[in-house]
Every structure is written in structure tokens, then in C-alpha cells.
């Protein structure tokens, strides 16, 4: 497996972190020097065989990778179509993919001399997995989580806790993942000194954008060499769910360059398309300067930006998105599709009874629109779905929207 | 290069009488628009410059206090058309004030640089300081600014480097905003010392006027500022006036005033013999 992973910076943005027009570094003065340390750091260590050695020891040894790919036949029989094959992210340790860009940046902080770390989080999986690797270096860690996140993951709070992190609640706007990243900017920019911001999703200023995305690369390098391997040829439809971007840069950047593949990002239907009730930036939106970058922006005519964005799924709830997403839309290689709360539900159910795997909401988004392209598409075609992270923490809000009392069931 | 005569004409008159300039900052709209206009007048009658807040949803550089001003300002309806309108009132009433509009990029940027550049210059806006819009990125709306006569404002921190103060100088017009402190707005201010001693750095590499501000809450701090500084910033301390006075107007209004006229007497600059006795009072 080893030489599939590419360290090579493939389509990089140019000196100031753009992507055609989109990215940049559009932040606030105090936090220029301490992003143009992060980037030249990271450039230092992605050149340095060392890091590397280590960042995938980790990665093999602690996280357990590679992931597998699995041909979910089951799920393939019950929709009717294309097969469907998952990449297996759901069983990374701490259980998402977010786990591959914390162990990348918590190594370069350590390598920085930072002793502190802190982390935003909408889900509460990238808090986790920043928790669980600042655990691991002996690194003090905050995060900070939108009060209203914090009541619907529930578990990854307490996880967190157990880990040793310091869970800071966040109160203002619509108290979820936006405004705990502006929160995250604001101590920041206090603690810059000392303190490394592990940065969550392939958004926010440079470098950001593009070091995410080269962490998560490793979720589309195996992919692709799986799918050579099991399938004999590579998928036609690539899939992910998106948020910020995190998982959906990690599957399919490393297949933009595989003309034949159509790369597929789902975004959050919420209550509909239609509705103000969804976190569809890239369908949505329109270009906008929010949390360091440019990119493509759930905002009113005079750039407030939404304070009705929603999704069922606390880590796509979110009115902005990474800039190379917008990039690759604006370029043509991005198709956009969305699932709605609704259709994620449903997903989250079907996949649950068909394969015995409890999705994340999140991946649940990426399904429901993959099936549907499965459906639509004949028996020798692949469908390539990111299962981005298993739902356990998603249990609660699971059962309070299906109605499943605990009191056992009805023979 | 200072292209707007009327910035530099204010720093040169406080000057001539011998003070720093009192630059003062208030939230539009807070906490709601008819008052936010009489509370801009009452600041206006003892600052030099006014830096009128554009209010935004996600002010990622300030502290609770203006985070506040800016939740009131929308929450009470302000639109850009309003911030424009008090711009105009203010500019009309005080004709030899500095008027900044100051916030965040993606207001101008949804409006669309070029009609967000005619309106301000029509409402008779001298500058503009986005916060989100460093040296690097300044490119996205300098042509435009400028074709308007629009002062491109830069801030500059403890953080930025002998390179970016340059790279500030360079791209930066009207005077620079020096942040005090490696923080959000309404923190404690940064050491004395270290200001001054930056500030050198930056008067080594730029005639525009520096002015001081973030953490700026009385007038004895202010006072020490003003000996070294062209102009000292207070804004979350007057955005406390509003918030320990609402549902109060009269109040409101009266504590402002006092309190700007409070800083306004701090920017005397004192005879040289003078400033080493305000500086040992820390």
C-alpha cells in the first residue's frame, strides 16, 4: 500500500493560497504572522521524510489505516443499480475521518514547540479527534462547541471530557459550528503565542485550505487503488458529503485528476432547497469573505450571513465551504447534488438494516444521493460512497426523531 | 502616498494644537438607529475622527462588547442604507470631521466594492478599515478605493513583522491603525513600553500617522498614548455607555458625551519634562 500515497502537492493554490478567486488569507492583522508560521512549518515538514514516517506510523499503527473499502452488496441488491462500494472511514479510531488531519497538525504543532492546542467542532468529531491527539502529545486542549451542538452530540462532549479537554460553550449567533470557530479565532488571537489552532475542515485562511486537504488525501489514495484492486477499474461516481469539505477534499481530490470519474458533493438539504432551512453553500450561496477565505457564502444581499442555515447533522451545519470546493464547481469538475434531513434519515436507516453499519448523519447525506445515482445507473457501474463516520454519537437524535421509546420492542 | 487631503488635514490641525487625535468608534444602529444618530452627533462634537461600525453577524475580531453592538444594530433592522445615512447626517453637521467607516469584508464585498465605494464617498466617508482585509489581500478593493478617494486603512499588531509593516506602509493610506495589543477588541490594553517602542518601528518605515487603539478605557491611559501616538482609539469604552444605559436615552447620552469629552481632554500632549512623570504613573 505504501507507494499509493502521493506526497505530492497536486493542483496547489498559488503563494497567497488561492484557488482561482477563491481562499486567500482574509484575516485580521494579529493572525497574519502566526498563519504565515503555520504554512511555512507545514511546507518544512511536508518536504521532511521524517514527518512523513511518523505522521503514517500513526496513521497505520494508532488510527488504523488503511481503511477498508467494502463492497456493500446488500445495500447494491436493495437499491437496484450501479454497485455501491463504501470507503470505510466510519472505522478509523475515534470514528471519522477527521482523525487523519488532527494527528497532521497536532505534529506540527508539537514540531512549532506549541504546548496548547485548541479546536472548533459542530458534530463534536473533530473536537474529539483533536482531544484524543492532544491526549496523546500531552498537549492542554479547549474546544469550543455552539451550546445548541452541545446538547444534540451529547456523547462526543462527554468523550471529549474523558480525554482531558476543556469543552467551552459558545453562545452567540445560532450557537453552532460557525460561531464556534469565530469564537476559536477570537482566543486565538489572544494565545497565538503559545497556542496552535487545529483548524477543522479544508476551509478557513491559508494554509489551511490546502493542509487539510493534503492530510485527508490518504481517504482518496486508498480509495482509488481499492477500487482498482476489488473493482477492476476505477468508480464512475465518487460521492462525499460537505460541510466545510474535509472528507469530500480527502476522497476526491486524488481523483480530479481521473477525468473518467464524476466527483459528487452532497450538501445539506435541511427542510429543502427551497426553504432558507439548509446548509448548501455551494448550491446557494454566492461568493462571500467569511472565517479567512473566499468562497461561496450563505449570506443576505448585504453579507450577514445566514442565521437560518440548518441541517439535522450538526457538522454540515454550517453556511460557508471550503474554497477549493467552490474552485472545482466553478472549474465544471464539481457536481453538486443535496439530501435533505428527511432523506438522511432515511439513508441512515436503510444502510443501518441492509449492511449492519450505523452511519454517521453526515455520511448519511452522502448516501441518500449515492443510492439515488446508483439507482440511476446500470449494474457494471461503481458508485464510490465516503462513509465519513459512524453514527453512535447520533443515537439520541436518531431515536427522538423515529419515536423509538426504550421500553423494548413488540414481539 | 496620502491621497485623502481630509484625514491628513485632521491630524495636521490637532498638531498644530499641540494634542493627539481622539478617534471614536460606535457601533450603527445600536441600539437602534434614530438614537445610534444622536448618540454618532454627541461623539462627534469632541472626536477628531469618527469610525462608524458597520454592524456584522460575525465580527470575529471583537470582544463581547462590540459583538453586542453589533447583534442590537441588527437586530434592530440597520442596513447599509442607514450606516450610509448617519455617515451623511454626520458629515453634513461636523464638515471638517474624519469619518471612517470601519468592519468587516464581507458587507462591501456582498454590495459589491464599486457601489459600496460611490455611496460611502457620497455620504462623505474619508476611509475605510476592513479587518479582514490584510496588505496581502488589499488588492480586491484598492483600485476602486482609491478611484473614489477613499483611504485604504491597514492595521498593524504586536504580531506583524518588520516585513508586513513595510508591506502595510506601502499599500496603506489616511494614517495606521496600531492594535495595542495581540487580542480582540475591549481587552486590556498592550504594555506601554512595548507600543511606543513599536511604533518607532513603524515611523521608520511610514510617514502616515499612527493611532492606537483596542483596550483603550480611560483617560490616563489615554493620556500616555496621546504623548507619543497621532491619534488614540476608544471604542468599546464608549460602547459601554450605551449598554450600562439602556432603555435610558437621556442617560445614555449624557454619559457618552461626558466620556468623550473625558478622552478628548486626555490628548493634550504635555511639555517633555512632563512626559517621564506620566509615564513612571503606571
Known amino acids: 500500500m505504501k507507494d499509493i500515497y502521493d506526497l505530492e502537492i497536486k493542483h496547489p493554490p498559488d503563494a497567497g493560497g488561492h484557488f482561482g478567486m477563491f481562499g486567500g488569507r482574509f484575516a485580521a492583522e494579529t493572525l497574519m504572522q502566526p498563519l504565515q508560521e503555520i504554512e511555512d512549518a507545514f511546507f518544512a515538514a511536508w518536504a521532511d521524510p521524517k514527518f512523513h514516517d511518523e505522521r503514517m506510523d500513526l496513521l497505520h499503527n494508532y488510527v488504523g489505516r488503511a481503511t477498508p473499502l467494502y463492497h456493500a452488496q446488500h445495500l447494491t441488491a436493495a437499491v437496484g443499480g450501479a454497485q455501491i462500494y463504501l470507503k470505510r472511514e466510519d472505522l478509523n479510531h475515534t470514528g471519522a475521518h477527521k482523525v487523519n488531519n488532527t494527528i497532521g ?15 472548533e467542532t459542530g458534530a463534536g468529531q473533530h473536537g474529539v479527534a483533536t482531544a484524543t491527539v492532544a491526549a496523546m502529545f500531552d498537549m492542554q486542549c479547549d474546544i469550543y462547541m455552539g451550546r445548541e451542538d452541545i446538547r444534540r452530540q451529547a456523547p462526543n462532549v462527554f468523550r471529549m471530557k474523558l ?15 460557525k460561531d464556534a470557530v469565530n469564537e476559536a479565532l477570537r482566543v486565538w488571537v489572544a494565545s497565538c503565542e503559545d497556542t496552535y489552532y487545529i483548524f477543522g475542515t479544508a476551509a478557513g485562511p491559508h494554509p489551511f485550505p490546502l493542509m487539510v486537504r493534503q492530510f485527508h488525501a490518504v481517504i482518496g489514495q486508498e480509495a482509488r487503488a481499492q477500487c482498482l484492486a476489488q473493482a477492476g477499474k476505477l468508480p464512475d461516481v465518487a460521492v462525499a458529503c460537505v460541510g466545510g469539505g474535509s472528507n469530500a477534499m480527502g476522497l476526491l481530490h486524488p481523483l480530479r485528476d481521473d477525468a473518467s470519474v464524476r466527483l459528487v458533493a452532497v450538501e445539506a438539504g435541511g427542510h429543502g432547497l427551497d426553504t432558507a432551512e439548509h446548509a448548501a453553500s455551494l448550491a446557494k450561496g454566492k461568493p462571500g469573505i467569511i472565517h479567512g477565505s473566499l468562497s461561496y457564502v450563505l449570506a443576505d444581499a448585504e453579507g450577514q450571513i445566514s442565521a437560518d442555515a440548518h441541517s439535522i447533522s450538526a457538522g454540515l451545519d454550517y453556511p460557508g465551504v471550503g474554497p477549493e470546493l467552490a474552485y472545482m464547481m466553478d472549474e465544471g469538475r464539481l457536481e453538486l447534488d443535496s439530501a435533505t434531513d ?4 432515511q439513508a441512515f436507516q436503510t444502510l443501518t438494516r441492509a449492511e449492519g453499519i450505523i452511519p454517521a448523519l453526515e455520511s448519511s447525506h452522502a448516501l441518500a444521493a449515492g443510492m439515488r445515482i446508483a439507482a440511476s445507473m446500470d449494474e457494471d457501474k461503481v458508485v464510490l460512497i ?9 443515537l439520541g437524535t436518531v431515536m427522538d426523531l423515529l419515536d423509538l421509546a426504550d421500553d423494548g420492542q413488540t414481539p | 502616498m496620502k491621497l485623502n487631503n481630509h484625514l491628513s488635514a485632521v491630524f495636521e490641525r490637532c498638531k498644530a494644537e499641540n494634542r493627539a487625535a481622539l478617534l471614536g468608534y460606535l457601533t450603527a444602529g445600536d441600539p437602534n438607529v434614530a438614537l445610534s444618530e444622536q448618540l454618532m452627533y454627541t461623539m462627534a462634537q469632541d472626536v477628531d475622527i469618527i469610525e462608524i461600525g458597520m454592524p456584522f453577524s460575525d465580527p470575529m475580531a471583537d470582544g463581547p462588547v462590540i459583538q453586542g453592538a453589533s447583534e442590537r444594530a441588527l437586530a434592530a433592522g440597520t442596513r447599509m442604507q442607514d450606516v450610509l445615512a448617519i455617515a451623511l447626517k454626520v458629515r453634513q453637521r461636523y464638515p471638517e470631521i474624519g469619518i471612517v467607516l470601519m468592519g468587516y469584508a464581507n458587507v462591501p464585498y456582498s454590495i459589491g466594492f464599486a457601489t459600496f465605494a460611490e455611496q460611502a464617498k457620497a455620504a462623505g466617508v474619508d476611509g475605510v478599515l476592513l479587518v479582514d482585509i490584510p496588505a496581502e489581500e488589499s488588492d480586491i478593493c484598492a483600485d476602486v478605493l482609491r478611484q473614489h478617494d477613499l483611504s485604504q486603512i491597514m492595521l498593524l499588531a504586536p504580531t506583524s513583522t518588520e516585513k508586513r509593516i513595510q508591506l502595510a506602509a506601502k499599500v496603506g493610506d489616511g494614517f495606521i491603525y496600531y492594535v495595542s495589543l495581540a487580542g480582540i477588541t475591549g481587552a486590556e490594553m498592550g504594555d506601554i513600553q512595548a507600543i511606543q517602542a513599536q511604533l518607532k518601528l513603524v515611523r521608520q518605515h511610514s510617514d502616515l500617522p499612527v493611532c492606537v487603539g483596542f483596550g483603550v478605557k480611560n483617560s490616563q491611559q489615554a493620556a500616555k498614548l496621546a504623548q507619543f501616538a497621532d491619534g488614540v482609539v476608544v471604542g468599546s469604552h464608549f460602547v459601554r455607555q450605551i449598554t450600562s444605559n439602556i432603555g435610558d436615552e437621556c442617560a445614555m447620552i449624557a454619559s457618552l458625551a461626558r466620556s468623550v469629552k473625558d478622552l478628548a481632554a486626555a490628548m493634550v500632549v504635555q511639555a517633555s519634562d512632563n512626559v517621564s512623570e506620566i509615564g513612571e504613573h503606571t
Do not use: F, H, W
Open chain 1, 386 to 394: 465516503n462513509l465519513s463516520g459512524r453514527g453512535d454519537k447520533d
Open chain 1, 342 to 345: 428527511e432523506e438522511a434519515l
Open chain 1, 105 to 119: 497538525q497536532a505534529l506540527l504543532a508539537r514540531r512549532m514547540g506549541k504546548k496548547k492546542v485548541i479546536a
Open chain 1, 163 to 177: 480525554l482531558g479537554a476543556n469543552v467551552v460553550p459558545v453562545d452567540s449567533g445560532n450557537a453552532t459550528l
